[in-house]
């Protein structure tokens, strides 16, 4: 199988997950969480995704 584009990478298709897995689990955190702890947790999953993505293209 040739290599068609970041989302073949193994450690992408892993952190997508995982930021699917942390935005499911953060919609149980407290509603006077949800603008500080709750948004900073979910930015930095989307973050690492984001980066591999970036980065798989140089």
């Known amino acids: ?10 450690v ?4 997508y997950s995982l930021a699917i897995e942390i935005f499911h689990e953060t919609k149980t955190f407290p509603r006077e969480e949800l603008y500080s ?3 900073q947790i979910r930015r930095s ?3 690492v995704v984001a980066s591999i993505a970036d980065y798989s293209t140089i």
């Open 45 to 47: 999953s989307q973050s």
């Open 1 to 10: 199988m040739a290599y068609k584009g970041f989302k073949d990478l193994r």
């Open 37 to 39: 702890l709750t948004d």
């Open 12 to 15: 992408y298709q892993l952190a």
